[in-house]
């Protein structure tokens, strides 16, 4: 593992941090690529990107914090400002960063479903880079295994694990490709891609938790894997609904 990238005399970057910044940076120029296609101002990303980016790491260390290790941080709480050395739930981002979008979305006048769509791939290859930061760190490792591709983390023990991280990392950039190719070939209704990848998200996850050492969580791998199916659950509900709205109205 190498939790410092590099290091400069005072100067370090940590690898956490180094690779969801990379991740943000691969997701919004992913993005202003698309829109201009368009032969729109892709000025308009960039201020959402900016929103996502900050009310998404807040949501991820607030979820980090209390659903983990909540005791910790209240003993420390200066400790829950110091990022890089770790610790960020995706669903914290996913809901605070969200919420910043859809008020941005509304408030001017931009279609929000469509806009979603164009969200949800560049939300997967984000989060497929910036696992790799995990990876690096150190942090959400697998259980023990013996599978030949284990991994031996030797800031928790000498046990070889299940390199979760890169599991997550690997199923995050097969999903934007599969969204990518369904942005290519387009849509039936607004919301569709976004949907999907909600679906995809979910069940990929739900399967990655069951390999991944969640001592810290109530209940464990089937607490974290059941949550992850219930965003397959939504993300399902959604669809049915936008899809029944969509053939209304036509």
């Not at 691969?26 to 296609?37: E, G, P, S």
């Not at 509304?106 to 997967?124: C, E, M, N, Y």
């Not at 934007?176 to 990929?204: A, D, E, N, P």
Request: with cysteine; charged share 15%; glycine share 10%.
């Amino acid at each position: 593992m190498r939790p410092i990238l590099l290091q400069i005399g005072m100067l370090r970057v940590f690898s956490y941090g180094f690779f969801v910044a990379l991740g943000i940076v691969a997701a919004t120029l992913w993005m202003v690529r698309q829109v201009r296609k368009e032969g729109k101002s892709p000025e308009f990303v960039l201020d959402i990107v900016l929103l996502a980016a900050v009310f998404g790491i807040i949501g991820a260390r607030l979820f980090f914090v209390f659903l983990y290790e909540p005791e910790y941080y209240l003993a420390h709480p200066l400790r829950i400002f110091y990022l890089p050395e770790g610790g960020l739930a995706f669903y914290g981002a996913l809901i605070f960063g969200l919420a910043a979008i859809l008020i941005y979305l509304f408030r001017k006048g931009i279609p929000v479903l469509s806009f979603l769509d164009l969200v949800a791939p560049a939300t997967a290859l984000g989060y497929a880079v910036a696992r790799v930061g995990c990876f690096m760190n150190g942090c959400c490792y697998g259980k023990p295994t013996t599978v030949a591709w284990g991994v031996v983390f030797p800031v928790i023990d000498g046990l070889q694990r299940h390199p979760t991280q890169l599991y997550a990392s690997a199923a995050s950039l097969l999903i934007f490709f599969i969204l990518v190719l369904m942005f290519r070939k387009g849509t039936r209704f607004s919301g569709q891609i976004f949907c999907i990848s909600l679906i995809l998200y979910g069940l990929c996850r739900s399967v990655v938790e069951l390999f991944r050492e969640n001592t810290e969580l109530q209940g464990g791998a089937s607490t974290a894997s059941l949550t992850a199916l219930l965003l397959s659950v939504v993300g399902g509900l959604f669809y049915l609904y936008l899809s029944r709205r969509s053939k209304l109205q036509q």
